[in-house]
Protein backbone atom coordinates (compact mmCIF):
# COMPACT_ATOMS: atom_id res chain seq x y z
CA UNK A 1 0.00 0.00 0.00
CA UNK A 2 2.86 2.39 0.57
CA UNK A 3 4.28 2.13 -2.73
CA UNK A 4 0.75 2.91 -4.34
CA UNK A 5 0.27 5.98 -1.91
CA UNK A 6 4.04 7.13 -3.27
CA UNK A 7 2.90 6.95 -6.75
CA UNK A 8 -0.10 8.55 -6.47
CA UNK A 9 1.56 11.39 -4.59
CA UNK A 10 3.97 11.66 -7.69
CA UNK A 11 0.87 11.64 -9.97
CA UNK A 12 -0.47 14.47 -8.41
CA UNK A 13 2.86 16.71 -7.94
CA UNK A 14 4.98 15.75 -10.59
CA UNK A 15 5.81 18.29 -13.31
CA UNK A 16 3.38 16.89 -15.73
CA UNK A 17 -0.06 17.49 -16.16
CA UNK A 18 -2.56 14.87 -15.01
CA UNK A 19 -5.66 14.47 -16.45
CA UNK A 20 -9.06 13.47 -13.40
CA UNK A 21 -9.75 10.75 -14.99
CA UNK A 22 -6.26 9.22 -14.64
CA UNK A 23 -6.78 10.15 -10.78
CA UNK A 24 -9.88 9.10 -10.12
CA UNK A 25 -8.88 5.59 -11.42
CA UNK A 26 -5.91 5.65 -8.89
CA UNK A 27 -8.14 6.73 -6.36
CA UNK A 28 -10.61 3.82 -6.67
CA UNK A 29 -7.62 0.97 -7.30
CA UNK A 30 -6.49 2.12 -3.60
CA UNK A 31 -9.70 1.99 -2.46
CA UNK A 32 -10.07 -1.58 -4.07
CA UNK A 33 -6.53 -2.35 -2.28
CA UNK A 34 -7.61 -1.16 0.89
CA UNK A 35 -10.89 -3.45 1.57
CA UNK A 36 -8.69 -6.15 0.62
CA UNK A 37 -6.39 -6.17 2.99
CA UNK A 38 -9.14 -5.52 5.63
CA UNK A 39 -10.94 -8.49 4.25
CA UNK A 40 -7.36 -10.69 4.54
CA UNK A 41 -7.03 -9.66 8.22
CA UNK A 42 -10.95 -10.42 9.17
CA UNK A 43 -10.15 -14.16 7.45
CA UNK A 44 -6.48 -14.36 9.54
CA UNK A 45 -8.85 -13.27 12.88
CA UNK A 46 -11.10 -15.83 11.82
CA UNK A 47 -8.90 -18.72 11.92
CA UNK A 48 -7.28 -17.43 14.92
CA UNK A 49 -11.17 -17.66 17.07
CA UNK A 50 -11.31 -20.93 15.18
CA UNK A 51 -8.82 -22.11 16.41
CA UNK A 52 -9.24 -21.17 20.02
CA UNK A 53 -12.82 -23.05 20.18
CA UNK A 54 -12.69 -25.12 22.99
CA UNK A 55 -12.02 -28.85 22.59
CA UNK A 56 -13.41 -31.88 24.64
CA UNK A 57 -11.28 -33.16 27.75
CA UNK A 58 -10.35 -35.81 26.07
CA UNK A 59 -8.55 -34.14 22.87
CA UNK A 60 -9.92 -36.86 20.45
CA UNK A 61 -9.20 -34.58 17.50
CA UNK A 62 -5.57 -34.31 18.26
CA UNK A 63 -4.77 -38.31 19.00
CA UNK A 64 -3.11 -40.11 16.73
CA UNK A 65 -2.96 -43.79 18.89
CA UNK A 66 -6.44 -45.49 17.89
CA UNK A 67 -5.99 -46.99 21.53
CA UNK A 68 -5.83 -43.75 23.07
CA UNK A 69 -8.25 -42.25 21.46
CA UNK A 70 -10.81 -45.33 22.10
CA UNK A 71 -10.28 -44.90 25.51
CA UNK A 72 -10.57 -41.16 25.98
CA UNK A 73 -13.76 -41.44 23.50
CA UNK A 74 -15.03 -44.09 26.56
CA UNK A 75 -14.41 -41.46 29.58
CA UNK A 76 -15.81 -38.77 27.47
CA UNK A 77 -18.68 -40.74 27.02
CA UNK A 78 -19.49 -41.72 30.19
CA UNK A 79 -19.22 -38.33 31.35
CA UNK A 80 -22.24 -37.35 28.87
CA UNK A 81 -24.22 -40.70 30.26
CA UNK A 82 -23.34 -39.91 33.69
CA UNK A 83 -25.24 -36.83 33.66
CA UNK A 84 -28.53 -38.44 32.40
CA UNK A 85 -28.78 -38.24 29.18
CA UNK A 86 -29.28 -41.32 26.45
CA UNK A 87 -26.65 -41.96 24.35
CA UNK A 88 -28.78 -44.17 22.02
CA UNK A 89 -32.01 -42.23 21.51
CA UNK A 90 -34.26 -43.56 18.98
CA UNK A 91 -35.07 -41.34 16.09
CA UNK A 92 -38.19 -42.31 13.52
CA UNK A 93 -39.93 -40.95 10.92
CA UNK A 94 -37.11 -39.16 9.77
CA UNK A 95 -36.49 -38.66 5.79
CA UNK A 96 -33.66 -40.33 3.58
CA UNK A 97 -30.97 -38.03 2.62
CA UNK A 98 -31.61 -39.04 -1.16
CA UNK A 99 -35.23 -38.34 -0.45
CA UNK A 100 -33.91 -34.75 0.74
CA UNK A 101 -31.95 -33.82 -1.84
CA UNK A 102 -34.76 -35.16 -4.57
CA UNK A 103 -37.32 -33.19 -2.79
CA UNK A 104 -35.94 -29.77 -2.52
CA UNK A 105 -33.34 -29.31 -4.77
CA UNK A 106 -34.73 -27.28 -6.61
CA UNK A 107 -35.44 -24.16 -3.85
CA UNK A 108 -34.16 -20.94 -4.70
CA UNK A 109 -31.10 -19.80 -2.96
CA UNK A 110 -32.32 -18.00 0.09
CA UNK A 111 -35.52 -19.74 0.20
CA UNK A 112 -36.80 -21.15 3.69
CA UNK A 113 -38.67 -24.34 4.37
CA UNK A 114 -41.97 -23.46 6.27
CA UNK A 115 -42.64 -26.72 7.68
CA UNK A 116 -40.05 -29.15 9.69
CA UNK A 117 -38.39 -32.49 8.75
CA UNK A 118 -36.56 -34.99 10.33
CA UNK A 119 -33.03 -36.08 8.80
CA UNK A 120 -30.28 -38.72 9.82
CA UNK A 121 -27.27 -39.68 8.60
CA UNK A 122 -23.31 -40.22 9.42
CA UNK A 123 -21.03 -37.76 10.27
CA UNK A 124 -18.34 -37.47 7.39
CA UNK A 125 -16.62 -34.55 8.27
CA UNK A 126 -16.91 -32.12 10.83
CA UNK A 127 -15.66 -28.50 10.86
CA UNK A 128 -15.46 -25.71 14.08
CA UNK A 129 -15.86 -22.32 12.91
CA UNK A 130 -16.31 -20.91 16.43
CA UNK A 131 -17.54 -22.15 19.39
CA UNK A 132 -21.32 -21.26 18.45
CA UNK A 133 -21.05 -22.36 14.69
CA UNK A 134 -20.40 -25.77 13.55
CA UNK A 135 -19.99 -27.57 10.19
CA UNK A 136 -20.84 -30.93 8.85
CA UNK A 137 -21.07 -32.90 6.16
CA UNK A 138 -23.67 -36.31 6.83
CA UNK A 139 -24.05 -39.32 4.55
CA UNK A 140 -26.68 -42.04 3.71
CA UNK A 141 -27.30 -43.51 1.00
CA UNK A 142 -24.57 -42.84 -1.15
CA UNK A 143 -25.32 -39.28 -0.54
CA UNK A 144 -24.33 -36.11 1.66
CA UNK A 145 -25.18 -33.08 2.82
CA UNK A 146 -23.65 -29.96 4.35
CA UNK A 147 -25.23 -29.10 7.98
CA UNK A 148 -24.72 -25.86 9.81
CA UNK A 149 -24.91 -25.93 12.85
CA UNK A 150 -25.69 -22.31 14.55
CA UNK A 151 -26.18 -21.39 18.20
CA UNK A 152 -28.41 -19.25 17.08
CA UNK A 153 -30.91 -21.36 15.54
CA UNK A 154 -30.29 -24.31 18.08
CA UNK A 155 -32.85 -25.35 21.12
CA UNK A 156 -30.39 -25.05 23.34
CA UNK A 157 -28.88 -21.89 24.64
CA UNK A 158 -24.69 -21.17 23.74
CA UNK A 159 -23.26 -22.84 26.74
CA UNK A 160 -25.12 -25.74 25.94
CA UNK A 161 -24.66 -25.86 22.98
CA UNK A 162 -20.93 -25.34 22.53
CA UNK A 163 -20.42 -28.39 25.30
CA UNK A 164 -22.57 -30.73 22.95
CA UNK A 165 -21.17 -30.14 19.80
CA UNK A 166 -17.55 -30.24 21.31
CA UNK A 167 -18.27 -34.08 22.07
CA UNK A 168 -19.54 -34.60 18.53
CA UNK A 169 -17.26 -36.87 16.33
CA UNK A 170 -16.72 -37.92 12.98
CA UNK A 171 -18.49 -41.30 12.46
CA UNK A 172 -21.27 -40.57 14.82
CA UNK A 173 -24.49 -41.52 14.01
CA UNK A 174 -26.57 -38.37 14.06
CA UNK A 175 -30.10 -37.48 13.46
CA UNK A 176 -31.30 -33.53 12.81
CA UNK A 177 -34.83 -31.18 12.96
CA UNK A 178 -34.40 -29.02 10.07
CA UNK A 179 -35.45 -25.82 9.37
CA UNK A 180 -34.27 -24.13 6.68
CA UNK A 181 -32.49 -24.56 2.47
CA UNK A 182 -30.91 -27.18 1.62
CA UNK A 183 -27.28 -26.26 3.67
CA UNK A 184 -29.62 -27.71 6.60
CA UNK A 185 -29.47 -25.40 9.96
CA UNK A 186 -31.13 -27.58 12.41
CA UNK A 187 -33.21 -26.61 15.36
CA UNK A 188 -32.18 -29.83 17.08
CA UNK A 189 -28.85 -31.88 16.49
CA UNK A 190 -29.32 -35.64 18.09
CA UNK A 191 -26.09 -38.37 18.60
CA UNK A 192 -28.12 -41.19 18.25
CA UNK A 193 -24.77 -43.56 17.75
CA UNK A 194 -21.42 -42.06 19.39
CA UNK A 195 -18.15 -43.77 17.61
CA UNK A 196 -16.08 -44.83 20.00
CA UNK A 197 -12.91 -45.60 17.61
CA UNK A 198 -10.59 -43.70 15.12
CA UNK A 199 -11.91 -43.61 11.42
CA UNK A 200 -9.80 -43.07 8.62
CA UNK A 201 -10.37 -39.12 7.48
CA UNK A 202 -11.73 -38.29 4.25
CA UNK A 203 -10.66 -35.09 2.40
CA UNK A 204 -11.47 -31.67 2.97
CA UNK A 205 -14.69 -31.44 1.56
CA UNK A 206 -16.14 -34.40 3.94
CA UNK A 207 -16.63 -36.90 0.66
CA UNK A 208 -17.46 -39.98 1.36
CA UNK A 209 -15.19 -41.04 -1.92
CA UNK A 210 -12.16 -39.63 -3.43
CA UNK A 211 -13.44 -40.08 -7.24
CA UNK A 212 -14.88 -36.88 -8.63
CA UNK A 213 -16.70 -39.01 -10.30
CA UNK A 214 -19.21 -41.75 -9.58
CA UNK A 215 -18.04 -45.43 -10.75
CA UNK A 216 -20.69 -47.31 -12.96
CA UNK A 217 -20.20 -50.89 -13.80
CA UNK A 218 -18.42 -51.98 -16.60
CA UNK A 219 -15.92 -49.38 -16.58
CA UNK A 220 -12.34 -49.63 -14.75
CA UNK A 221 -12.33 -48.68 -10.97
CA UNK A 222 -9.46 -47.98 -8.82
CA UNK A 223 -9.18 -48.68 -5.13
CA UNK A 224 -6.02 -46.73 -4.22
CA UNK A 225 -8.30 -43.59 -4.84
CA UNK A 226 -10.17 -44.81 -1.47
CA UNK A 227 -10.79 -43.10 1.78
CA UNK A 228 -10.08 -46.82 3.43
CA UNK A 229 -7.00 -48.06 1.41
CA UNK A 230 -5.90 -51.35 3.53
CA UNK A 231 -7.23 -54.13 2.21
CA UNK A 232 -7.18 -56.42 5.45
CA UNK A 233 -9.43 -53.82 7.09
CA UNK A 234 -11.88 -53.02 4.19
CA UNK A 235 -12.39 -57.57 4.14
CA UNK A 236 -12.06 -57.87 7.88
CA UNK A 237 -14.28 -54.81 8.96
CA UNK A 238 -17.03 -54.61 5.71
CA UNK A 239 -18.83 -52.55 7.82
CA UNK A 240 -16.69 -49.72 7.35
CA UNK A 241 -15.77 -50.26 3.76
CA UNK A 242 -19.02 -50.03 2.94
CA UNK A 243 -19.26 -46.77 5.17
CA UNK A 244 -16.44 -45.17 3.72
CA UNK A 245 -15.92 -45.75 -0.02
CA UNK A 246 -19.26 -45.56 -2.34
CA UNK A 247 -18.16 -47.95 -5.13
CA UNK A 248 -17.76 -50.83 -2.51
CA UNK A 249 -21.63 -50.40 -2.05
CA UNK A 250 -22.24 -49.87 -5.66
CA UNK A 251 -20.40 -53.05 -6.18
CA UNK A 252 -22.81 -54.95 -4.18
CA UNK A 253 -26.25 -53.77 -5.33
CA UNK A 254 -24.57 -54.68 -8.79
CA UNK A 255 -24.22 -58.04 -7.48
CA UNK A 256 -27.53 -57.79 -6.61
CA UNK A 257 -28.48 -56.81 -9.43
CA UNK A 258 -27.20 -59.53 -11.59
CA UNK A 259 -28.71 -62.08 -9.15
CA UNK A 260 -32.12 -60.54 -9.00
CA UNK A 261 -32.78 -58.73 -11.81
CA UNK A 262 -31.21 -60.86 -14.91
CA UNK A 263 -30.69 -64.81 -13.47
CA UNK A 264 -34.01 -64.80 -11.79
CA UNK A 265 -35.75 -62.68 -14.51
CA UNK A 266 -34.33 -64.51 -17.23
CA UNK A 267 -34.99 -68.01 -16.03
CA UNK A 268 -38.32 -67.33 -15.01
CA UNK A 269 -39.40 -65.89 -18.43
CA UNK A 270 -38.63 -69.37 -19.69
CA UNK A 271 -40.39 -71.07 -17.33
CA UNK A 272 -38.28 -72.23 -14.99
CA UNK A 273 -39.35 -72.99 -11.22
CA UNK A 274 -36.81 -71.96 -8.62
CA UNK A 275 -36.36 -74.64 -5.87
CA UNK A 276 -33.76 -75.19 -3.10
CA UNK A 277 -31.95 -78.41 -2.53
CA UNK A 278 -30.14 -79.87 0.81
CA UNK A 279 -26.89 -78.45 1.58
CA UNK A 280 -25.83 -81.47 3.97
CA UNK A 281 -25.67 -84.83 2.37
CA UNK A 282 -24.22 -88.06 3.13
CA UNK A 283 -22.86 -87.67 -0.67
CA UNK A 284 -20.89 -84.62 -1.54
CA UNK A 285 -21.58 -85.35 -5.62
CA UNK A 286 -22.57 -82.95 -8.34
CA UNK A 287 -18.47 -81.34 -9.20
CA UNK A 288 -15.27 -82.92 -8.69
CA UNK A 289 -14.28 -81.04 -5.57
CA UNK A 290 -13.02 -81.72 -2.34
CA UNK A 291 -15.66 -81.11 0.40
CA UNK A 292 -15.71 -80.21 3.78
CA UNK A 293 -16.99 -82.93 6.40
CA UNK A 294 -19.43 -82.12 9.26
CA UNK A 295 -20.84 -84.30 11.84
CA UNK A 296 -24.77 -84.44 12.34
CA UNK A 297 -24.97 -85.78 16.31
CA UNK A 298 -28.51 -87.21 16.71
CA UNK A 299 -27.70 -89.17 13.27
CA UNK A 300 -24.87 -90.14 14.76
CA UNK A 301 -23.03 -89.87 11.21
CA UNK A 302 -20.93 -88.20 8.94
CA UNK A 303 -22.62 -85.05 6.38
CA UNK A 304 -21.36 -83.35 3.64
CA UNK A 305 -21.30 -79.68 2.94
CA UNK A 306 -22.48 -79.56 -0.90
CA UNK A 307 -20.05 -78.58 -3.63
CA UNK A 308 -22.67 -78.74 -6.23
CA UNK A 309 -26.71 -78.72 -6.48
CA UNK A 310 -26.92 -80.83 -9.44
CA UNK A 311 -27.43 -84.28 -8.87
CA UNK A 312 -30.38 -83.51 -6.63
CA UNK A 313 -31.55 -81.06 -9.25
CA UNK A 314 -31.56 -83.90 -12.10
CA UNK A 315 -33.59 -85.72 -9.40
CA UNK A 316 -36.51 -83.46 -9.65
CA UNK A 317 -36.04 -83.37 -13.53
CA UNK A 318 -36.86 -87.56 -13.40
CA UNK A 319 -39.46 -86.63 -10.81
CA UNK A 320 -41.22 -84.49 -13.79
CA UNK A 321 -40.21 -80.73 -12.73
CA UNK A 322 -38.80 -80.19 -16.39
CA UNK A 323 -37.09 -76.66 -16.32
CA UNK A 324 -35.54 -75.96 -12.51
CA UNK A 325 -32.76 -73.76 -11.04
CA UNK A 326 -30.68 -73.00 -7.99
CA UNK A 327 -29.38 -69.95 -6.73
CA UNK A 328 -27.00 -70.97 -3.10
CA UNK A 329 -23.62 -71.40 -2.12
CA UNK A 330 -21.43 -74.14 -2.72
CA UNK A 331 -18.74 -74.97 -0.18
CA UNK A 332 -15.62 -76.80 -1.60
CA UNK A 333 -12.08 -77.50 0.96
CA UNK A 334 -9.53 -76.52 -1.44
CA UNK A 335 -7.09 -73.52 -1.44
CA UNK A 336 -7.90 -69.29 -1.06
CA UNK A 337 -6.92 -67.21 -3.95
CA UNK A 338 -7.92 -64.17 -6.03
CA UNK A 339 -10.64 -66.26 -7.96
CA UNK A 340 -11.32 -69.23 -5.08
CA UNK A 341 -12.89 -69.01 -1.70
CA UNK A 342 -14.19 -72.16 0.31
CA UNK A 343 -17.96 -71.08 0.04
CA UNK A 344 -19.40 -69.09 -3.14
CA UNK A 345 -22.46 -68.61 -5.01
CA UNK A 346 -23.39 -70.17 -8.03
CA UNK A 347 -26.52 -70.25 -10.66
CA UNK A 348 -27.43 -73.71 -12.07
CA UNK A 349 -30.49 -74.82 -13.95
CA UNK A 350 -31.58 -78.16 -15.63
CA UNK A 351 -34.19 -78.21 -18.69
CA UNK A 352 -35.54 -81.57 -20.34
CA UNK A 353 -35.31 -81.70 -23.98
CA UNK A 354 -32.36 -80.06 -24.25
CA UNK A 355 -28.90 -80.04 -24.60
CA UNK A 356 -25.59 -78.61 -24.55
CA UNK A 357 -25.72 -76.87 -27.72
CA UNK A 358 -28.88 -75.16 -26.40
CA UNK A 359 -27.22 -74.26 -23.31
CA UNK A 360 -24.62 -72.48 -25.47
CA UNK A 361 -27.29 -70.42 -26.84
CA UNK A 362 -29.04 -69.34 -23.51
CA UNK A 363 -25.16 -68.13 -22.70
CA UNK A 364 -24.89 -66.16 -25.70
CA UNK A 365 -27.96 -64.54 -24.79
CA UNK A 366 -27.79 -63.90 -21.46
CA UNK A 367 -24.72 -62.58 -20.97
CA UNK A 368 -24.48 -60.15 -23.67
CA UNK A 369 -27.88 -59.16 -22.63
CA UNK A 370 -26.89 -58.59 -18.87
CA UNK A 371 -23.79 -56.74 -20.36
CA UNK A 372 -25.62 -54.30 -22.45
CA UNK A 373 -28.21 -53.51 -19.85
CA UNK A 374 -26.00 -52.90 -16.76
CA UNK A 375 -23.09 -51.17 -18.97
CA UNK A 376 -25.22 -49.77 -22.06
CA UNK A 377 -22.61 -51.69 -24.82
CA UNK A 378 -21.53 -55.44 -25.27
CA UNK A 379 -17.51 -53.64 -24.03
CA UNK A 380 -16.57 -53.54 -20.72
CA UNK A 381 -12.94 -52.48 -18.98
CA UNK A 382 -10.81 -54.58 -16.88
CA UNK A 383 -7.81 -54.32 -15.20
CA UNK A 384 -6.83 -57.55 -15.70
CA UNK A 385 -3.23 -56.93 -14.53
CA UNK A 386 -3.59 -54.86 -12.01
CA UNK A 387 -4.73 -51.07 -10.87
CA UNK A 388 -1.62 -50.03 -11.89
CA UNK A 389 -1.79 -50.67 -15.80
CA UNK A 390 -4.03 -50.19 -18.46
CA UNK A 391 -7.24 -51.72 -18.16
CA UNK A 392 -8.28 -54.33 -21.05
CA UNK A 393 -11.31 -54.38 -23.05
CA UNK A 394 -13.55 -57.56 -22.76
CA UNK A 395 -16.44 -57.68 -25.70
CA UNK A 396 -19.05 -59.58 -25.54
CA UNK A 397 -20.46 -59.45 -28.20
CA UNK A 398 -22.36 -62.85 -29.42
CA UNK A 399 -21.56 -65.06 -30.80
CA UNK A 400 -19.01 -66.89 -28.61
CA UNK A 401 -15.78 -68.06 -30.12
CA UNK A 402 -15.23 -71.88 -30.19
CA UNK A 403 -12.61 -74.23 -29.16
CA UNK A 404 -12.12 -78.20 -29.47
CA UNK A 405 -10.49 -79.24 -26.41
CA UNK A 406 -8.44 -81.97 -27.58
CA UNK A 407 -8.23 -80.98 -31.30
CA UNK A 408 -7.13 -77.15 -30.13
CA UNK A 409 -4.57 -78.63 -28.23
CA UNK A 410 -2.99 -80.73 -30.54
CA UNK A 411 -2.74 -77.31 -32.39
CA UNK A 412 -1.41 -75.74 -30.23
CA UNK A 413 1.04 -77.75 -28.81
CA UNK A 414 1.81 -79.58 -31.97
CA UNK A 415 0.67 -83.03 -29.85
CA UNK A 416 -0.50 -85.80 -30.74
CA UNK A 417 -2.35 -87.28 -27.81
CA UNK A 418 -3.29 -91.27 -27.71
CA UNK A 419 -7.01 -91.78 -28.65
CA UNK A 420 -7.18 -94.08 -25.51
CA UNK A 421 -7.04 -91.88 -22.88
CA UNK A 422 -7.66 -94.67 -19.93
CA UNK A 423 -4.65 -96.30 -21.19
CA UNK A 424 -1.05 -95.92 -19.77
CA UNK A 425 0.37 -95.13 -23.18
CA UNK A 426 -1.87 -91.58 -22.99
CA UNK A 427 -0.92 -91.09 -19.47
CA UNK A 428 2.81 -91.26 -19.83
CA UNK A 429 2.65 -89.40 -23.41
CA UNK A 430 1.28 -86.07 -21.30
CA UNK A 431 3.46 -86.95 -18.44
CA UNK A 432 5.98 -86.07 -21.12
CA UNK A 433 4.15 -83.27 -22.41
CA UNK A 434 4.07 -81.18 -19.29
CA UNK A 435 7.72 -82.03 -18.70
CA UNK A 436 8.48 -80.67 -21.98
CA UNK A 437 6.73 -77.69 -21.74
CA UNK A 438 7.47 -77.05 -18.13
CA UNK A 439 4.04 -77.53 -16.50
CA UNK A 440 3.46 -78.25 -13.47
CA UNK A 441 1.22 -81.43 -12.47
CA UNK A 442 1.94 -82.34 -8.88
CA UNK A 443 0.47 -85.72 -7.82
CA UNK A 444 -1.08 -87.39 -8.30
CA UNK A 445 -0.56 -87.37 -12.30
CA UNK A 446 -4.03 -88.67 -13.36
CA UNK A 447 -4.55 -88.79 -16.88
CA UNK A 448 -7.32 -85.94 -16.10
CA UNK A 449 -5.00 -83.50 -14.03
CA UNK A 450 -2.40 -83.88 -17.07
CA UNK A 451 -5.04 -82.55 -19.19
CA UNK A 452 -6.32 -80.05 -17.08
CA UNK A 453 -2.91 -78.18 -17.08
CA UNK A 454 -1.79 -78.35 -20.63
CA UNK A 455 -5.37 -77.34 -21.04
CA UNK A 456 -4.79 -74.37 -19.06
CA UNK A 457 -1.87 -73.40 -20.10
CA UNK A 458 -2.21 -73.80 -23.69
CA UNK A 459 -5.76 -73.07 -24.15
CA UNK A 460 -7.43 -70.94 -21.51
CA UNK A 461 -4.65 -68.83 -21.78
CA UNK A 462 -6.11 -67.27 -25.04
CA UNK A 463 -9.19 -67.33 -23.82
CA UNK A 464 -9.87 -63.37 -23.13
CA UNK A 465 -13.14 -62.50 -24.82
CA UNK A 466 -15.81 -64.71 -23.55
CA UNK A 467 -15.05 -68.41 -25.45
CA UNK A 468 -16.06 -71.94 -25.14
CA UNK A 469 -14.32 -75.16 -24.78
CA UNK A 470 -16.37 -78.05 -25.87
CA UNK A 471 -16.21 -81.62 -26.34
CA UNK A 472 -14.07 -82.69 -22.93
CA UNK A 473 -12.77 -85.95 -22.86
CA UNK A 474 -15.17 -88.69 -20.47
CA UNK A 475 -12.75 -89.36 -18.20
CA UNK A 476 -12.55 -85.39 -17.20
CA UNK A 477 -16.55 -85.07 -17.75
CA UNK A 478 -17.84 -87.98 -15.49
CA UNK A 479 -21.37 -86.55 -15.58
CA UNK A 480 -21.98 -85.49 -18.74
CA UNK A 481 -23.07 -87.61 -21.61
CA UNK A 482 -21.33 -89.02 -24.85
CA UNK A 483 -21.13 -87.60 -27.38
CA UNK A 484 -23.06 -88.10 -30.35
CA UNK A 485 -20.64 -88.46 -32.82
CA UNK A 486 -17.36 -88.58 -31.53
CA UNK A 487 -15.98 -91.77 -29.99
CA UNK A 488 -14.10 -91.35 -26.25
CA UNK A 489 -15.55 -87.54 -25.75
CA UNK A 490 -18.54 -85.88 -24.36
CA UNK A 491 -21.10 -82.93 -24.84
CA UNK A 492 -19.59 -80.55 -22.58
CA UNK A 493 -18.28 -76.95 -22.51
CA UNK A 494 -16.71 -74.22 -20.36
CA UNK A 495 -16.95 -71.01 -20.85
CA UNK A 496 -14.03 -68.67 -20.17
CA UNK A 497 -13.95 -65.25 -20.26
CA UNK A 498 -10.20 -63.26 -19.16
CA UNK A 499 -8.44 -66.25 -18.72
CA UNK A 500 -11.03 -67.79 -16.21
CA UNK A 501 -13.76 -70.36 -15.97
CA UNK A 502 -17.13 -68.40 -15.71
CA UNK A 503 -19.95 -71.48 -16.43
CA UNK A 504 -19.88 -75.16 -17.25
CA UNK A 505 -22.61 -76.86 -18.76
CA UNK A 506 -23.52 -80.50 -20.42
CA UNK A 507 -25.81 -82.67 -22.07
CA UNK A 508 -26.90 -84.35 -18.76
CA UNK A 509 -25.63 -88.45 -18.81
CA UNK A 510 -28.91 -90.32 -18.26
CA UNK A 511 -28.21 -93.84 -18.32
CA UNK A 512 -27.27 -95.63 -15.24
CA UNK A 513 -25.25 -98.00 -16.42
CA UNK A 514 -22.73 -96.06 -18.07
CA UNK A 515 -22.83 -93.48 -14.80
CA UNK A 516 -22.14 -96.48 -13.18
CA UNK A 517 -18.87 -97.43 -14.80
CA UNK A 518 -18.00 -93.55 -14.53
CA UNK A 519 -18.26 -93.24 -10.54
CA UNK A 520 -16.13 -96.66 -10.82
CA UNK A 521 -13.86 -94.93 -13.14
CA UNK A 522 -13.96 -91.97 -10.74
CA UNK A 523 -12.74 -94.11 -7.37
CA UNK A 524 -9.66 -95.22 -9.27
CA UNK A 525 -8.26 -91.76 -9.24
CA UNK A 526 -9.14 -91.41 -5.69
CA UNK A 527 -7.70 -94.41 -4.65
CA UNK A 528 -4.43 -92.51 -6.39
CA UNK A 529 -4.64 -89.26 -4.11
CA UNK A 530 -7.65 -87.57 -6.31
CA UNK A 531 -9.25 -85.89 -2.95
CA UNK A 532 -11.44 -84.27 -6.03
CA UNK A 533 -12.53 -87.34 -7.63
CA UNK A 534 -16.31 -87.82 -7.66
CA UNK A 535 -17.58 -90.61 -4.86
CA UNK A 536 -20.07 -93.23 -5.75
CA UNK A 537 -23.19 -91.69 -5.45
CA UNK A 538 -25.60 -94.53 -5.23
CA UNK A 539 -28.83 -92.62 -4.57
CA UNK A 540 -28.29 -90.84 -7.47
CA UNK A 541 -28.07 -93.79 -9.55
CA UNK A 542 -30.84 -95.07 -8.20
CA UNK A 543 -33.06 -92.23 -9.00
CA UNK A 544 -31.44 -92.44 -13.06
CA UNK A 545 -32.37 -96.04 -13.09
CA UNK A 546 -36.15 -94.65 -12.99
CA UNK A 547 -35.57 -92.73 -16.62
CA UNK A 548 -34.55 -89.27 -16.74
CA UNK A 549 -35.34 -87.41 -19.98
CA UNK A 550 -32.54 -85.75 -22.62
CA UNK A 551 -31.42 -83.00 -20.18
CA UNK A 552 -28.96 -80.37 -20.61
CA UNK A 553 -27.40 -78.39 -17.46
CA UNK A 554 -25.60 -75.01 -16.62
CA UNK A 555 -23.86 -73.58 -13.97
CA UNK A 556 -22.34 -70.16 -13.46
CA UNK A 557 -19.85 -68.37 -10.54
CA UNK A 558 -22.02 -65.58 -9.58
CA UNK A 559 -18.66 -64.18 -7.96
CA UNK A 560 -16.65 -64.44 -10.89
CA UNK A 561 -18.80 -62.87 -12.96
CA UNK A 562 -19.17 -59.97 -10.54
CA UNK A 563 -15.73 -59.72 -9.93
CA UNK A 564 -15.80 -59.02 -13.95
CA UNK A 565 -18.30 -56.40 -14.27
CA UNK A 566 -17.27 -54.36 -11.23
CA UNK A 567 -13.19 -54.72 -12.39
CA UNK A 568 -12.45 -56.54 -9.64
CA UNK A 569 -9.03 -58.48 -9.33
CA UNK A 570 -9.83 -60.29 -6.06
CA UNK A 571 -12.76 -62.81 -5.15
CA UNK A 572 -12.99 -60.94 -1.47
CA UNK A 573 -13.80 -57.77 -4.09
CA UNK A 574 -17.41 -59.05 -4.43
CA UNK A 575 -18.07 -61.02 -1.04
CA UNK A 576 -19.40 -58.91 1.71
CA UNK A 577 -17.79 -61.58 4.41
CA UNK A 578 -15.10 -63.32 2.45
CA UNK A 579 -12.88 -66.43 4.12
CA UNK A 580 -9.77 -64.62 6.48
CA UNK A 581 -6.81 -66.16 8.38
CA UNK A 582 -7.51 -65.85 11.97
CA UNK A 583 -5.92 -62.51 13.80
CA UNK A 584 -3.79 -63.07 16.81
CA UNK A 585 -4.13 -59.67 17.66
CA UNK A 586 -7.60 -57.80 18.36
CA UNK A 587 -8.29 -55.41 15.00
CA UNK A 588 -7.29 -51.78 15.21
CA UNK A 589 -8.64 -49.79 12.65
CA UNK A 590 -5.79 -48.53 9.91
CA UNK A 591 -6.01 -44.97 8.64
CA UNK A 592 -5.88 -44.93 4.63
Known sequence: MEETAEKLMDLSTGSETISKNTLKEHKMQTEVEKRLEEEEKKTKAAQVASSKVQKPASNDDDETDPRKYYENRLKTLDSVRASGENLYPQFEDCMQIAEYIKKFRNLADGERLADSIRIAGIIMNKRASSSKLFFYNISGGGFKVQVMASAGDSELDETEFSRYHANVNYGDNVGKTKRGELSIFPRKFVVLSPCLHM??????????????????????????????????????????????????????????????????????????????????????????????????????????????????????????????????????????????????????????????????????????GMVKKLTGGYKIKYHSNGVDKDPIEIDFTPPFRRIDMIEGLESMANLNIPKDLVSEEANKYLIDACAKFDVKCPPPQTTTRLLDKLVGHFLEETCVNPTFI???????????????????????????????????????????????????????????????????????ITALEYGMSPTAGWGIGIDRLAMLLTDSQNIKEVLLFPAMKPQDEPLTTKAA
Not at 307 to 315: E, F, M, R, V
Not at 349 to 365: H, I, R
Request: charged content about 30%.
Open 199 to 368: MPQAGPSGDTDALKEPWVPGMPRNPETYILKDKETRFRQRYLDLRLNNDVRTIFKTRAKIIKLFLREFLDKLDFLEVGTAMMNRSAGGAAAKPFVTYHNDLNMPLFMRISPGTSLKQLVIGGLDRVYEIGKQFRNEGIDLTHNPEFTTCEFYMAYADYYDTMSLTEELLP
Open 470 to 540: INHPEIMSPLAKCHRSRPGLTERFELFINKHELCNAYTELNDPVVQRARFVEQLKDRQSGDDEAMALDETF
